[in-house]
Structure formats: C-alpha cells, structure tokens
C-alpha cells in the first residue's frame, strides 16, 4: 500500500465514456479522491514558458495565482481556500508537476485520504505529458461502444462539433489509448470497458484495485452516494450519477443514430469496434459525401494534434525534465536555486 501511495491515478477515456462514473467509484475508495475536472493541469503545461523557471519564487507564486484564481481554471469546485493552496504550492518544490500534485494533495487530505488523482476524457491527447509531470502515474482508461460514445455526444450542448467530429473523438481516443498501453506497459496502464463495468461493478471493481494495489472496498459500487459532492451541481448532463447504476443507456445508439450515422460509424470505426469486443449491425455501406467529410475532419485534427506533439518535442531539447515532474512534497527547497 505505502509503495502506490504516491502514485497519481489518471482517469482519461472518450467523452460520455464513463470517466465520471469512474471517478465517483475511485472517489468512494476510502483511500482514494478523485476531483471534479481541474481544467488546468494540461493547460499550465501548455503554457509553462510564460512562467520561467520556477525555481525562481516569484515565478512560482505567478504559477500558483493562475492556477487558484483564474476563471479559465476549475479550481473553485475543489472547496480549498486558495490563499493557503498558493502557500502551500509557494513552499514546496519548484516543479511544474509538484504545484499541480500540491493540489491534488489539498483535495485528498480535505477527505482525510492518502492517495489523489485527476479526471478528465481528453488526457488521452496528453499521457506523455502527464506521465512527464507525475512519474509513476497509473493511467485507467475506459472504453465504451463507439456508436454510443457518438449518439451522446451530439446530443451534448458543449459538444461544439458534428457527427464526424464526434466519430473521429472517439477514433482518437481508442488509438492514443492503444499506443499507451504499449509505451506504458501493464504496470502503468490499465484499460477496462464501460459495458462490463455497469454489468458487474464488483467483479470490474476488483480487478482495477488489484492494479492500483489496493483492497476492494464495496462503497465504490455505490458511486451515487458521493456524486454530491464531487459532481458539480452545474453538471446536469450528469444527472444519472446521482441514481444507483444502471445499463439502461447501454445499446441507446440505435435510437440515438441516424441510419447515416450507423452505417458511417460501422465504416470508418469497425476494425477499432470489433477489436474491443462490439458486434456491427450490418449496416450498408455509407455514402461517398459522409465517407469524404469524416476524412476531412479527421485529418484536420489529426494534423493539429501532431503540430502540438511537434512543439513540445522542440521545447523539451531545452528543458530539464527536472523542472517539470512532481517530487515529493519534503523535497521543497528553502531559497531560490
């Protein structure tokens, strides 16, 4: 147990996958606590240059005041008081990862927990750099059927794309999940479907502690009982959290689709669906125009993607990974390096 205790769990998976389930069933682990999504972990990283070395104190502290008083960031659903959150980032390490993982820390100890991770669906565009900034990371990823993932996202209102964005998510999200497992290992990276997990919660349950290294604790097949407090309220697309689980929505895509749609998603995504265990319906082939324009949304994010990779691969030839990954809190140093 002592040995996992520093590890960061990560929870990342497709959009309307189940990550919030996930995260509800981790947070009710006694010696687990899982935030609402942060919306600044990825985003200090992405823009760590405006701070400099933060090595240098006050270049600390700017990193801390961003990160607790910003609007762009979801720091307010934590329930922390940022004025002790910016002393404590201020007197620990000065790291990139270790202002974020102070955080997480305040958070778990506000429920009396050893043990802290992050949520958010789009961190599988960001494993490398996640795993950069908290060495040791354990990254859950969590599928469920593609055809479901896009019959509710295009019914989501912050979902600001189409169908074929919707598809090529999903594609993205299995692709980054696979390259993953096979950089990470099975040591690092854990993946488990959303289907089996609603179908039997224990037995899915179990196998994901054994992997973190931890007990099983039956409280975290009754994730209703803590979405109150760590679902925002403002979150109404995740109604059903607060109700026991269920596998009604499982299957809804034959509702939710347009006849297009199946037959479009079971093109362009049938090798990804039929390798994760989900059978087609046999739909007929789609049409020219449909096959053209998801070729055309998933190159453009694709190539975006790849330009990101690109420009981190450039920044870190000058970077010590030193000034970016976590160290543990006792490491702070007392004057500027």
């Excluded at 993607?305 to 691969?313: H, Y």
Aim: charged share 25%; hydrophobic share 35%; net charge positive.
């Amino acid at each position: 147990m002592a040995q996992s205790q520093e590890r960061a769990i990560i929870v990342l998976g497709c959009p309307r996958s189940g990550t919030t389930l996930l995260q509800l069933m981790l947070h009710a682990h006694p010696r687990i606590a899982i935030p609402p999504e942060t919306r600044f972990v990825t985003s200090v990283y992405w823009h760590r240059k405006r701070y400099g070395d933060l090595r240098n104190v006050d270049n600390l502290r700017a990193l801390g005041e961003w990160i607790v008083y910003s609007k762009g960031t979801r720091f307010g659903d934590l329930g922390l008081d940022p004025e002790e959150t910016l002393a404590e980032i201020v007197n620990g390490p000065r790291t990139l990862g270790s202002a974020l993982a102070t955080v997480f820390r305040r958070y778990a100890r506000r429920f009396d927990k050893p043990r802290w991770g992050d949520k958010r669906p789009a961190y599988h565009h960001s494993i490398d750099q996640l795993a950069r900034m908290f060495p040791g990371a354990q990254f859950v990823n969590i599928v469920r059927d593609g055809r479901d993932c896009v019959g509710s996202l295009k019914n989501m209102s912050w979902f600001r794309q189409d169908s074929y964005g919707a598809m090529s998510t999903w594609a993205e999200a299995i692709d980054n999940g696979r390259a993953a497992a096979r950089k990470l290992g099975p040591e690092s990276f854990y993946e488990m479907r959303y289907e089996q997990l609603i179908g039997d919660p224990e037995a899915e349950l179990s196998a994901l502690c054994d992997f973190l290294g931890e007990e099983f604790d039956p409280a975290m097949c009754e994730p209703h009982q803590v979405a109150g407090i760590a679902v925002p309220k403002r979150k109404t697309h995740h109604a059903n959290t607060h109700r026991e689980i269920t596998q009604a929505n499982s299957g809804a895509w034959r509702e939710r689709l347009e006849p297009w749609e199946i037959s479009l998603s079971e093109s362009v995504l049938g090798g990804r669906l039929r390798k994760n265990g989900y059978e087609l319906s046999g739909a007929s082939r789609p049409a020219a125009a449909h096959l053209a324009n998801y070729a055309k949304v998933s190159t453009k994010r694709r190539l975006n993607w790849r330009k990101r990779e690109l420009r981190d691969r450039v920044w870190r030839l000058n970077e010590p990974s030193g000034r970016v990954a976590a160290v543990p809190p006792d490491n702070a140093v007392s004057e500027e390096a």
